[in-house]
């Protein structure tokens, strides 16, 4: 059976993370073109062989990269925290706490209300480019409201995460021990059918090590795969218990000894950067540079969220992490793009090759560097996902 094909030729840049095809680990192609067939990539190569196709886009030197893998958002909420951003900018730390913020606006809304919510949040980045995102539970923290908050989610991407362990619920505050049981009993046994993985904030002021081992093996023994928010605030043994478990990745990796890094370099353990918080938060940077050159594999991703990171660009974490992380910017690129893949274990996305799926952000620019060389600027020209033109 035949489908639509669509030749993009004209392509300036073509970085395809697949060192088989093209120059260095982003596999850059130059004077290049590409052929979507249905969903899926059927061709690259150079544009002078390309074979004809139903229809034609001329990339008139542009760039073309995959399209954005977000490995890390927390979108299923409604309100906003203009106010404690505001305070935080004029003086004030941040904690943990304001989550409870979130937690109340979120219980207070409808369905429909949140299912609008996320979907504009997923659009917003789309024309970003962001053609995968994750998405967390973790504003309920009630057995219904993480339940409605993941079968919400699943109907926007397949990327769920269970994050009941996001804080204490306000509820058992005197009871962190009676909240972790409930974590991993009945809310799990609500919220399983619905995710895909397990994740804990393992922090002071959240989880300790113990409780977040705890919830990250119920959720194992119930088939979800685990991925831990470690090491944001305060050193912690998040990273050592993320490696330890297998989990696809450890997140924020702010604050690690040597031996963390040593850990995940030697793990299948993504090291998943998000410097919307530290930028948000007015904190001290990960260091990109100290992963990479430790050998750990490194994504950057978005944190997007009404508290502490409240970006949905994966273009200006580019820019922060090559200005204040030490990664180069073919680094960033990769690591916003197959990076995010290797976070959600996917092979169909993150890379433009013979059957990856099409998603392709052309930019409105020559080069990928452009992405950290002209901070804050729309660069986005067109964005197909799955092989459908939706920028
Ligand atoms: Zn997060």
Redesign the pocket.
């Known amino acids: 059976m035949s489908t639509r094909t669509t030749l993009i030729t004209g392509i300036g840049s073509l970085v395809t993370n697949d060192p088989g095809q093209g120059t260095g680990p982003l596999g850059l192609l130059t004077d290049a073109a590409v052929v979507i067939d249905g969903d899926r990539v059927a061709w690259v190569g150079p544009a002078a062989q390309a074979p004809a196709a139903d229809e034609r886009v001329d990339a008139e030197g542009r760039a073309l990269l995959p399209g954005f893998v977000d490995s890390?958002?927390?979108l299923v909420f409604a309100g906003d925290r203009t106010a404690e951003f505001n305070a935080r900018m004029s003086g004030q730390s941040y904690t943990a706490g304001g989550i409870r913020t979130t937690v109340a606006a979120t219980r207070a809304a409808s369905d429909a209300e949140l299912d609008a919510n996320l979907a504009g949040f997923v659009r917003e980045a789309l024309r970003q480019g962001t053609t995968t995102i994750e998405c967390?539970s973790?504003y309920g923290l009630t057995v219904a409201d993480e339940a409605r908050a993941l079968r919400i989610a699943a109907k926007h991407t397949p990327e769920t995460t269970y994050?009941g362990a996001?804080i204490v619920a306000p509820e058992y505050a005197e009871d962190p021990a009676g909240y972790v049981d409930l974590v991993t009993g009945e809310m799990l046994d609500a919220c399983a059918p619905h995710a895909r993985w397990v994740?804990v904030?393992c922090e002071k002021g959240a989880f300790d090590g113990d409780q977040a081992r705890a919830v990250l093996t119920a959720g194992i023994e119930r088939g979800l795969t685990p991925r831990v928010?470690a090491n944001?605030l305060t050193y912690g043994p998040g990273v050592q218990l993320a490696v330890e478990l297998g989990a696809a990745s450890a997140?924020?990796c702010t604050h690690l000894t040597d031996e963390d890094v040593a850990a995940l370099a030697g793990s299948a353990t993504v090291a998943t950067l998000?410097p919307g918080?530290e930028f948000s938060t007015r904190a001290e940077y990960p260091s990109g540079r100290r992963l990479l050159d430790a050998g750990a594999v490194v994504a950057l991703s978005t944190?997007c969220?009404p508290g502490?990171?409240f970006t949905s660009s994966m273009a200006f974490c580019i820019a922060v992490a090559v200005r204040e992380m030490g990664m180069t910017p073919d680094e960033a690129v990769w690591a916003a793009t197959a990076g995010g893949a290797h976070a959600l274990r996917r092979s169909d996305v993150g890379t433009i090759a013979v059957g990856s799926r099409a998603d392709l952000l052309l930019l409105d620019a020559p080069s990928h560097v452009h992405l950290a060389y002209r901070p804050g600027v729309p660069l986005t020209a067109a964005v197909w996902r799955a092989g459908v033109r939706e920028v």
């Open positions: 890390h958002a927390h967390k973790g994050l996001h994740d904030f928010h944001q997140d924020h998000l918080a944190d969220n502490s990171s």
